[in-house]
């Protein structure tokens, strides 16, 4: 009887463990209805504006997959939209952008460029690590500096 409950315990226990969440950028279909009406993309500069944190994300082109320094680099050489201040989210700023429930994980801004892949953050970790923002699974974590990574770049509106 002990052995019965102790393995229906542990297989409940495993099943939810390699739950699986659904992932959608902003809704199905291009309906945008889920995205976080802070954030405003203006198409005519390709950047995305958090208009609660004044923070101005570029949404040209994606960038290549660069390893840790070369996505600061990246970002800071950036002269785009009129400004040159850019640099690499932060883990907050990136984790900011995702919206995560129990079935469904959202990317909750209005990007267009941004794919489902993982991208570097300005924030490092112990040991040559710096966080990571996966948009593909909808996590974050951290991974040695000499990965390849893409980037994204954000200013400071204020």
């Known amino acids: 009887m002990i052995k019965t409950a102790l393995i229906i315990t542990l297989s409940a226990s495993l099943a939810s463990a390699w739950f699986v969440p659904t992932f959608s950028w902003g809704g199905d279909n291009d309906d945008f209805t889920n995205v976080d009406k802070n954030f405003v993309r ?31 680099d990246y970002c800071q050489k950036m002269d785009f939209a009129g400004y040159s201040d850019w640099r690499v989210i932060s883990k907050n700023e990136a984790r900011d952008l995702l919206e995560n429930s129990r079935r469904t994980i959202t990317v909750k801004h209005a990007f267009k460029n941004v794919q489902e892949a993982i991208y570097w953050t300005s924030t490092e970790d112990n040991f040559e690590q710096a966080w990571y923002i996966d948009f593909d699974l909808g996590r974050y974590s951290t991974k040695k500096q000499t990965y390849k990574y893409k980037a994204i770049c954000v200013r400071d509106m204020k």
């Not at 923070?55 to 040209?60: I, L, W």
């Open 42 to 72: 203006d198409n005519n500069r390709s950047v995305v504006i958090n208009e609660k944190t004044s923070k101005m994300y570029y949404d040209g082109p994606s960038s290549n997959n660069m390893h840790f320094f070369a996505a600061w």
